[in-house]
């Protein structure tokens, strides 16, 4: 019989199936935020890859669904792009890798190591870049505290593991200091830190001299100010899809997130450039559904912790404007720092009157709680009449919450007063601060 190679190669191809094919649309339309790209099956939320002229591929996520078309916001330099430039999707990019060999690096928003180092190596699980929050029937409560080893915030704003803060400063309030020194001083099995929308200049200032040796035990997540809205807001997922898998393993993660303001911003250039409508002062509603989406993925599961510390810019002494009231009404609590606080010597700036820690009744006892409260009364009297009492026009005797606060003041002074890079154990801030409120009794509260 006469071999016939049609039929053979016929018969090869009816037993490997068909080959597969590629899915490849195209460039429709393009601008400096946002790319009009045509592909079969587009969905929200995927990633496409972008086959640029003698350059390398650009990345971009599809945040808006026209009628024949998708737009995508660019996640690097969208400069080289053209009309008919073929288009794919990224599927991968749907997914980072993480595991213990993290520690101690810095990634971008994508989760590839942007420090100089090797790729990211190691035993690595896939885990999905969006999750949604844990069940809340499911979470475990907030029963502890945690220790952050500055004396303020431990005696009289007592926050709990699992807790979401938040750190409400103005410019050169000294955030980045606080953040830092939490990062060092608190008990922790693993940190993930996430510097979104920061200067440039400021970002290996923070890891090597604000961060230090407490590096080691961190995951840094970094996305920078010149960087496109799309990565500011994709690191932000970035950092919370580590601190959940490490969460998932059992273990209590500091996630210290500066700034959600600045993934707001970030998030109202996208819903701008998709067409949103503007609402609250200029925010497009998408701002106000991913703030809560964001913090709610923190917290207490049924594994493990994660306590979040993020920060929050304010321009003036209230917390009113749009950014501030949403992350108040999600938060468990807030630290409110300011910078004229710092010029008096105290240390950390934190206005103990105008914080508030919504679980320390459940982390501390009656007796320090007490003890709390009465500091707080003390500093919002003499705060009221500082003024008077700086020109010596204060009448002893005229109140006595400001008396009080007087002949306590150069304990509550030295009390105020804290080395950022000196630790206190928390039975001896709890011990100092009942030895200003109740001087002789130098044992802490039972």
Not at 359 to 386: F, G, I, N, S, Y
């Amino acid at each position: 019989m006469v071999d016939d190679p049609i039929a053979e190669a016929r018969a090869r191809l009816s037993l490997a199936g068909p080959a597969p094919i590629a899915a490849e649309g195209r460039v429709v339309a393009a601008r400096q935020d946002l790319i009009g790209v045509r592909l079969a099956g587009l969905r929200l939320g995927d990633t496409v890859s972008i086959a640029r002229s003698g350059l390398a591929p650009l990345l971009a996520e599809v945040i808006a669904l026209e009628e024949d078309h998708g737009l995508a916001a660019p996640l690097s330099d969208p400069r080289g792009v053209a009309r008919e430039d073929p288009v794919s999707r990224a599927d991968d990019e749907a997914e980072l890798a993480v595991g213990p060999s993290l520690l101690g690096r810095v990634l971008d928003g994508h989760g590839r190591a942007r420090d100089g180092g090797p790729a990211v190596s190691g035993p690595l699980a896939r885990v999905p870049r969006h999750r949604r929050p844990p069940d809340p029937m499911l979470r475990a409560p907030i029963a502890r505290p945690f220790v952050t080893g500055l004396r303020l915030i431990d005696s009289c704003l007592t926050l709990g593991v699992g807790q979401r803060v938040g750190l409400f400063a103005g410019p050169g309030a000294g955030k980045s200091t606080l953040t830092g020194a939490i990062v060092r001083h608190a008990q922790f099995d693993v940190a993930v830190v996430a510097l979104i929308g920061e200067r440039g200049r400021e970002v290996r200032s923070f890891l090597d001299d604000t961060l230090g040796a407490a590096r080691a035990r961190a995951v840094t997540v970094v996305a920078t100010s010149d960087e496109p809205a799309a990565m500011r807001v994709r690191a932000a997922h970035t950092a919370l899809s580590v601190a959940e898998h490490f969460r998932d393993q059992g273990r209590h993660v500091l996630l210290v997130f500066d700034s959600l303001t600045r993934v707001a911003r970030a998030q109202r250039e996208l819903g701008l450039a998709a067409g949103e409508a503007v609402t609250r002062r200029g925010f497009p509603p998408s701002v106000f559904g991913l703030l809560p989406r964001l913090i709610e993925r923190c917290g207490m599961s049924a594994e493990g912790a994660i306590t979040a510390v993020m920060t929050v810019l304010v321009e003036g002494p209230t917390l009113d404007d749009p950014i501030a009231e949403e992350a108040l009404s999600v938060l468990d609590g807030h630290l409110v720092l300011r910078g004229e606080l710092l010029t008096r010597g105290q240390s950390p700036p934190v206005d103990v009157v105008a914080s508030v820690s919504r679980t320390m009744p459940q982390v501390t006892a009656e007796a320090q709680r007490d003890d709390a409260a009465t500091l707080k009364r003390w500093l919002a009297a003499h705060e009221e009449r500082r003024d008077l009492i700086a020109l010596g026009a204060y009448a002893r005797g005229s109140d006595p919450t400001t008396d009080a606060a007087l002949a306590r003041w150069p304990l509550i002074e030295s009390f105020l007063r804290q080395g950022m890079h000196r630790p206190d154990p928390f039975d001896e801030s709890l011990a100092a601060l009942a030895a200003v409120v109740r001087p002789g009794r130098r044992e802490g509260p039972p």
